[in-house]
Every structure is written in structure tokens, then in C-alpha cells.
């Protein structure tokens, strides 16, 4: 795998995004090497645990500016196949068999978060950053909607998705996407501590009480539909299209207005 390391270590596999030099952020590839290694690793009966971290100075910082580029190009059905993917991507990380923990540091923005919504357990600092910044692009957080509100507390998630605003570490456990903080130089020391106590617990016990847990939550899939078409609609829309284009070409968005602390 290319965009990804796929790392096997005794009783856990980690999955790393590896782009460093684009701060791990998505493209299509990717997509493809994140749902093909989680396949993967949910047919190794050995494994307690998938590790989910980034490589160098952030966890991901969402979507790839190549592939933005692409996206404002493509038709709607393009968009709408394009967003399938990404869906199957969060899916397989949502329906995993094993225990899911995701390290999140750095920055972590828009599709980024459904990673870590779809994870079990994730561990953070207190300054990571985190986002849902698609209406700020004329866009909407759609295909990662129905991961999200089953983790977040619906007053923040209504308003941290319908304004885009940035939120830290300690907003994010506060709303319940979080479950731990830590400063960075104790991470390692954090994930080690849950991968012990599944090393102490049975196996198959597990993997029956994340599949127990899980049945009692609303299936994302009956979303994905509506989630990947109105994403796909709203990408080819005229808002969309301006506020993608402005932002790709440096442009400026037309309806971002200063406010009176100056942030846009």
C-alpha cells in the first residue's frame, strides 16, 4: 500500500496514514488503501485491536486539495459514485469486528472526524483541532452525518456542523467524540493502556459486545442514499461550485464576510 502503512504487531494491527507532507489529508487512493486494510484485518482472528494514527504533525487534515479539484469537475452521478466510496470507507471502519481506537492529533478536518467517530475509543490532546468546515465551502457534512450524530451530543453537533467552526481537544470530550486526553508525548503511553486491558479480556467477549452495541444503534447504511446524493448535489450546485472554486483558486468565497474579530 502506497498511502498507508500497515503495521502488525503482537495482538494489534495499526493502520497509519501516511502523507505526512500533506498532513495525511484524503484522495481517492487512500479511501480505497483504508477500506481494503480494514477487510483485512477484520478476517485476522489474532487481532484484539486496529490502531488508527497519522503520520507526522497531524491525525488528517480532510480532503485533498487534488481531489477538490477533481470533485468541482465531476457530474453529479461522478460525485455521487465518489461519495460512495467514501461512505464504504467510514462503513468499514464503523462495522470492524475488533475494537477501533483512533490517535488524533494535530489537526483534524472534516471527513478526519468521521474516522473518529467511527472509532470505539479515541485518544486526543487538548490542543488538537477539529472541524466540520463543509458549509463554509457552500458544501455539507453529509456522508460523515450519520457517524457523527450517534457519537456527538446534538447541541453541539448542530452547532459545530451548521457553522464550521473550529473546536479543541477539550470540546471535542466534552461532546462526547473524544474519550480521552492526554498531552502528545503520552499518547503511546494511553492507547498501551486499553490495548492491556483487551490482552485481559476474552477475544470473541469482545467482539460480541461491539457487535451487541452496535445493533442497538440506527445502521448508518439506511443514510446512504440520502447522504452521498445530497452531497453530490450540493457539489455541482451553484454555491457549491462557487465556494469550491474560490477556495481552490485563492478567489475568496462570496458570501464569507469579516467579522468583527476579523476571522472569515
Known amino acids: 500500500m502506497e498511502f498507508i502503512k500497515f503495521v502488525e504487531k503482537s495482538n494489534s494491527t495499526e493502520i497509519i496514514l501516511n502523507r505526512a507532507d500533506k498532513r495525511n489529508a484524503f484522495h481517492p487512493q487512500m479511501i480505497d488503501e483504508i477500506t481494503q486494510a480494514f477487510s483485512q484485518v477484520s478476517l485476522d482472528e489474532s487481532n484484539r485491536a486496529v490502531i488508527v494514527k497519522g503520520e507526522g504533525a497531524s491525525f488528517c487534515a480532510g480532503a485533498d486539495l487534488g481531489w477538490m479539484k477533481s470533485m468541482a469537475d465531476f457530474s453529479e452521478s461522478e460525485n455521487q459514485d465518489d461519495s460512495n466510496k467514501l461512505f464504504e470507507m467510514f462503513y468499514s471502519i464503523y462495522s470492524c469486528p475488533l475494537p477501533v ?64 467552526e473550529r473546536f479543541n481537544g477539550e470540546q471535542a470530550l466534552a461532546a462526547g467524540l473524544v474519550t480521552e486526553l492526554v498531552e ?64 481552490l483558486d485563492k478567489a475568496g468565497i462570496p458570501w464569507h464576510v469579516a467579522s468583527k474579530d476579523g476571522e472569515k
Open 101 to 164: 481506537i483512533s490517535v488524533a492529533h494535530g489537526h483534524v478536518m472534516g471527513g478526519a472526524t468521521g474516522i473518529v467517530a467511527c472509532s470505539d475509543i479515541a485518544i486526543s490532546t487538548p490542543k488538537t483541532l477539529f472541524a466540520f468546515s463543509e458549509v463554509r465551502l457552500g458544501l455539507v457534512p453529509a456522508v460523515i452525518s450519520p457517524f457523527l450524530t450517534q457519537k456527538l451530543i446534538p447541541s453541539h453537533s448542530s452547532r459545530w456542523m451548521l457553522t464550521g
Open 184 to 247: 502528545e508525548g503520552e499518547l503511546e503511553g494511553s492507547l498501551q493502556k486499553y490495548l492491556n486491558s483487551f490482552n485481559l479480556s476474552g477475544p470473541l467477549a469482545v467482539r460480541h459486545t461491539k457487535r451487541l452495541l452496535r445493533s442497538q444503534l440506527p445502521d448508518p447504511q439506511q443514510h446512504r442514499l440520502a447522504t452521498t446524493k445530497v452531497i453530490a448535489e450540493r457539489r455541482v450546485s451553484e454555491e457549491g461550485q462557487a465556494g469550491l472554486r474560490g477556495f
